[in-house]
């Protein structure tokens, strides 16, 4: 158990551009969720899958926002034609329904959009 | 609805003195409630939880929380200071952990130890 692990850690986009995040959860946990924390906040909750099944989404993401879970293990989020206020910490935490666990945090994607 | 309200955004305490982290919560279901820890560029580290068994709760690092109904609390505690718990430290609060619903954090208290 490696623990939860998102790609890459730091990335810098110009304004306008898309980009695309990797979450790699616990092998056995089937809850996997997103979310984004900026400078001196707590983390706001953006979407939560249950396996494959996208089961909420925040407000927050807006519809330049998508995320996957394909087969129910990784996940991706995506931002399209980032702005500057989507400069933040982008944190995937992953959970066991059937161990009944407390989230897993990822060391996060740490945006920045010049 | 459910929400957490971290009281102090900053405590600052002397190493070997107690530590008090103060956590009032809002939950229409039995809560779970649990402590993060976060260093500097460092991931999210669970501190304890709260899932209905025991109200009082022990950690790691020797930090304590205690669930008080009546007062909607979980508040942190630790009898003993030391220079590395300066952190960033939030509450979290989710329905149920069978419902897999979000999890909800406070705004965060940063902890500062004075040597």
């Known amino acids: 158990d490696t623990g939860v692990s998102q790609d890459p850690r730091h990335k810098i986009t110009k304004r306008g551009q898309n980009v695309t995040f990797r979450c790699d959860p616990i092998s056995e946990h089937n809850r996997l969720y997103w979310y984004r924390q900026t400078l001196g906040q707590g983390p706001e909750f953006l979407t939560y899958f249950q396996n494959e099944a996208q089961l909420e989404k925040s407000r927050l993401l807006s519809d330049r926002f998508s995320a996957e879970r394909p087969k129910g293990s990784f996940s991706t989020l995506e931002i399209q034609r980032t702005e500057q206020g989507d400069s933040a910490m982008y944190l995937c935490?992953?959970?066991?329904?059937?161990?009944?666990?407390?989230?897993?945090f990822g060391q996060g994607t740490r945006l920045t959009v010049v | 609805a459910q929400s957490v309200t971290q009281l102090d955004s900053h405590v600052s305490v002397s190493e070997g003195t107690p530590v008090l982290l103060r956590c009032n919560y809002s939950?229409?279901?039995?809560?779970?409630l649990f402590w993060y820890v976060q260093h500097p560029n460092k991931g999210l580290q669970l501190l304890l939880k709260?899932?209905?068994?025991?109200?009082l709760v022990k950690g790691i690092n020797g930090f304590e929380a205690e669930f008080k109904k009546s007062e909607t609390s979980f508040h942190l505690t630790k009898p003993s200071a030391h220079m590395s718990d300066a952190a960033e430290y939030f509450c979290?609060?989710?329905?149920?952990?069978?419902?897999?619903?979000?999890?909800?954090f406070g705004t965060g208290t940063s902890l500062t130890v004075i040597p």
């Open positions: 935490a992953s959970s066991s329904q059937l161990r009944n666990t407390e989230a897993f």
């Open positions: 709260y899932t209905s068994a025991a109200t």
């Open positions: 939950s229409s279901y039995s809560p779970s």
């Open positions: 979290v609060v989710s329905d149920s952990l069978n419902t897999g619903n979000q999890f909800y």
